[in-house]
């Protein structure tokens, strides 16, 4: 079974090809999905974030409030870095596990979406590695939309990743998604086809 990672900078389209290679009966994990389900009421990870940054960060059900957890971390490096090492050796054991699973049931390919595999080298663990990409100002465009946030706070949270270029020159398959989404779409299949190549 090939391993494979799929990341690029946030809001620069990793959703989109997920879901396409779902679509096209690839086993495929959103690393965000992962997270969602950390940050929900009484986990360890939401309790340890609590006990770390306050009450202020947990929503009256009990689960984690993105948008205030946010709001901290990303002009605070020192609080990022706490954020990451409570949350990203659980997100790793998710993948581990989901991987070893895929592989189980004969699998040719399992893709995982994760926003941070350059950062925190967790790309060594794929075979292969997928960055979806698109030119800054696109990619800031989409993220102030998308989140509804104002142009620091997008600033704020495109800093805080390894920049896209970079993300791009360490790829093994390159998709731009900044043009038309059936072009967008047309590369993934060609790559999926690469990859299956790879395999047969």
Do not use: W
């Amino acid at each position: 079974m090939l391993a494979i990672g799929l990341t690029g900078g946030i809001a620069s389209g990793k959703s989109v090809i997920r879901r396409h290679l779902e679509e096209r009966s690839v086993e495929t994990l959103d690393a965000d999905l992962v997270v969602h389900d950390l940050f929900a009421a009484k986990t360890v990870v939401t309790e340890a974030l609590e006990a770390r940054f306050g009450p202020g960060v947990v929503t009256p059900n009990g689960s984690i409030d993105r948008k205030a957890l946010g709001a901290i971390v990303f002009k605070d490096e020192k609080a990022r870095k706490d954020l990451e090492a409570i949350v990203h050796p659980a997100v790793s054991e998710a993948i581990e596990a989901f991987l070893k699973e895929a592989k189980k049931k004969g699998e040719s390919l399992a893709v995982v979406d994760a926003a941070l595999m350059y950062e925190t080298g967790s790309y060594e663990r794929y075979d292969l590695v997928i960055v979806t990409y698109c030119p800054s100002n696109l990619q800031k465009k989409r993220l102030m939309q998308r989140d509804h946030l104002s142009s620091e706070e997008a600033d704020k949270r495109i800093a805080a990743q390894m920049p896209i270029a970079e993300k791009k020159l360490r790829a093994d398959y390159v998709i731009d998604t900044s043009t038309a989404i059936a072009a967008t779409l047309k590369r993934t299949d060609e790559v999926l086809e690469q990859l299956l190549a790879k395999i047969r």
